[in-house]
């Protein structure tokens, strides 16, 4: 086994553009703000030597409101680091449009099981030395237009190069990017090698570029070619320079004069991985050209297990929580026990279910969770494809219930025209099989949902489904899945033992929509609802085994586990060696 020295000098700086900490915080917008948190989560319990360099988001993401016909409104979300975060005496400055801007930064600390500190640092340019317009760069997460992202994203990649150097936390450091939004931190990087090379930028040298190379690790989480930022030149020109401009040209990350963020991070990295084995083969896919590894995405363990399931891991599983691996041993946990606990879940989530919307669910009915963003390609509504179908499942084979949740940008029309036929279907479906959707989906609601529900269901249109999280959460409580296999499912899948597939793997995803709605259906009619009602044992078992199998493994602390092996510090890694990077 090999032992790496987390003592060392070595550190490693975490950018992300969202990250998901408390939900007093609206620093992240979903899945990829969730799991930079869950990542620094774990990097503290394992005292891993790590920072995060993100944005304040003074104005959140946003905050969510449907009429009753599910209509979605937005508004800003209304809150003070002042009141949250420590302010660091520090301040930093980078030019964007060729003016400098005031980089002030807050800091908030992640303390592990072990007491280990990861301090998370938030840059915030509304400063009174700002002009008005820079004052407002860092007051919304995936606001405004291109222009204006591109400027957040030099501020994060740049800027926070700056802050870190401010900071003194420059030196020996790898630097993760988590997605392609903080891609520029490597031309901040380049350029701090070809000043003290005494080269120049546009004409930067092999060694200065491997020097970056051999510091940087690259993240994608995006299997859709339109997901990856890209930004005309011109406009690259007016926000960085143009020697800036010219030095981008010149490196394989601008494609028909356009700046595409993605293969900048992919250029500039010694270690690139996808979030999942099937991600990382579609990534290989995509960018054929680049050496793309593949590391599974997991939930921080602590944080999303549910207080009746925590205690019940308490008295059975010694260890748990500094040792995810031994939620292997939920097996030997007694099924009346595992029952008693979800029962104790599912009480509390339709307590806040009732106390936020006056609805009132029945907790002896089979419910089924349907919770994520809200874009066409999710497909939350597949279920509702033949309504008449459902019912009759609701009626004649046992009652069902669902209860959503998800925004959808306020930029995403199919999105919001998702939601509302979702409320269309629930009205037309009546008394027959009640559906509620919640309002402003955030940690707080999801943490009660995953553990709440008696099916996690999730319906991607293969294979866009970089990874998903959203059941892992679910397993570490004890609910199984019924997912079309694509992202984690592929690995987490085991029919019938850790929940159940919708569809296959093999039909091809453009001929599979009938295939999968059938498969649903199927599925509810004559497998899980007849075990929910008839076999609750059965059921139970399942429910266990989801634990102990998909619990155990799909958790950020095996996750970070393998980015300290494989990414960070892997064995005869060194900085100062001659790396060969074929592209």
């Given at each position: 086994?090999?032992?790496i ?25 979903g899945?990829?703000?969730?799991l ?18 993100s944005?304040?988001?003074r ?12 209509n ?13 975060l420590e ?52 007051d ?6 291109n222009?204006?992202?591109l ?9 926070g ?11 020996n ?17 380049l350029?701090?090698e ?10 930067a040298?092999?060694i ?21 930022d ?6 690259v ?12 040209q ?12 993605t ?9 690139i991985?996808?979030v ?14 680049y ?8 939930v ?19 260890g ?5 691996l ?21 009480t ?39 309504i008449?179908?459902l019912?009759?499942?609701s009626?004649?084979?046992?009652p069902?219930?669902i ?22 279907a ?20 999801a ?19 970089a ?10 409580n ?23 597939s ?33 076999g ?16 155990s ?6 996750m ?15 900085v ?8």
């Amino acid at each position: 086994m090999r032992i790496i020295d987390l003592e060392s000098d070595s550190k490693v700086a975490y950018f992300s553009m969202e990250v998901g900490l408390d939900p007093s915080l609206p620093t992240y917008s979903g899945g990829l703000g969730i799991l930079a948190g869950d990542t620094l989560r774990s990097g503290a319990d394992l005292r891993v030597p790590m920072v995060c360099i993100s944005l304040i988001h003074r104005k959140g993401y946003f905050h969510q409101e449907l009429d009753r016909e599910g209509n979605q409104s937005e508004r800003p979300v209304s809150w003070s680091p002042e009141d949250k975060l420590e302010p660091v005496d520090v301040k930093a400055a980078i030019e964007i449009d060729g003016r400098k801007v005031a980089i002030k930064v807050w800091r908030y600390d992640i303390k592990g099981i072990s007491g280990h500190i990861v301090p998370v640092y938030f840059l915030d340019t509304n400063l009174k030395e700002n002009t008005e317009e820079d004052r407002t760069l860092t007051d919304h997460l995936y606001g405004g237009d291109n222009y204006y992202r591109l400027r957040q994203e030099t501020l994060l990649g740049m800027g926070g190069v700056e802050v870190l150097r401010k900071l003194k936390h420059n030196a020996n450091t790898h630097y993760h990017m988590n997605e392609g939004h903080s891609a520029l931190l490597t031309l901040a990087l380049l350029e701090d090698e070809t000043k003290a090379n005494g080269h120049n930028l546009i004409n930067a040298s092999t060694i200065d570029i491997e020097t970056v190379r051999a510091k940087c690790i690259f993240t994608t989480h995006t299997p859709v070619p339109a997901g990856h930022d890209q930004f005309p030149m011109d406009m690259v020109e007016k926000v960085l320079g143009s020697e800036r401009k010219a030095a981008l040209q010149k490196l394989a990350c601008c494609d028909k004069d356009v700046l595409n963020m993605t293969y900048l991070g992919l250029f500039f990295s010694r270690y690139i991985n996808g979030v999942a084995m099937r991600h990382g083969e579609v990534s290989r896919g995509m960018f054929p050209n680049y050496p793309i590894n593949a590391i599974t995405n997991g939930v921080h363990a602590v944080t999303w297990t549910s207080e009746p399931f925590k205690k019940l891991f308490d008295n059975h599983i010694a260890g748990w929580r500094t040792d995810n691996l031994y939620l292997r041993y939920a097996m030997d946990i007694p099924l009346s026990e595992i029952k008693k606990a979800h029962t104790e879940a599912k009480t509390e989530l339709f307590k806040e279910i009732r106390l936020h919307t006056g609805k009132r669910l029945d907790s002896s009915l089979l419910t089924l969770g349907i919770a994520r963003r809200a874009t066409p390609y999710k497909r939350l509504d597949l279920i509702f494809s033949d309504i008449d179908r459902l019912a009759a499942i609701s009626r004649n084979v046992g009652p069902i219930q669902i209860i959503y949740a998800g925004k959808a940008h306020p930029q995403d029309e199919p999105g919001k025209l998702m939601i509302k036929r979702i409320h269309e279907a629930a009205a037309e479906l009546g008394d027959s099989l009640k559906v509620v959707y919640l309002e402003n989906y955030e940690m707080a609601i999801a943490k009660l949902l995953c553990a709440g529900v008696d099916i996690w269901v999730n319906t991607p249109m293969r294979p866009r489904e970089a990874s998903g999280t959203s059941g892992m959460k679910a397993a570490l409580n004890g609910v199984p899945s019924l997912s079309v296999l694509d992202g984690w499912w592929v690995e987490g899948h085991v029919e019938g033992v850790t929940g159940w597939s919708i569809g296959d793997a093999s039909t091809p995803p453009e001929e599979d929509f009938s295939n999968e709605v059938s498969s649903l259906y199927d599925k509810l009619e004559k497998v899980i609802i007849p075990m929910y009602y008839g076999g609750p044992y059965a059921f139970a078992n399942v429910m266990r085994s989801s634990i102990a199998f998909n619990g155990s493994f799909f958790n950020t602390q095996r996750m970070v586990s393998q980015y300290l092996c494989n990414a960070y510090f892997p064995v005869g890694f060194s900085v100062d060696e001659e790396l060969d990077f074929t592209r």
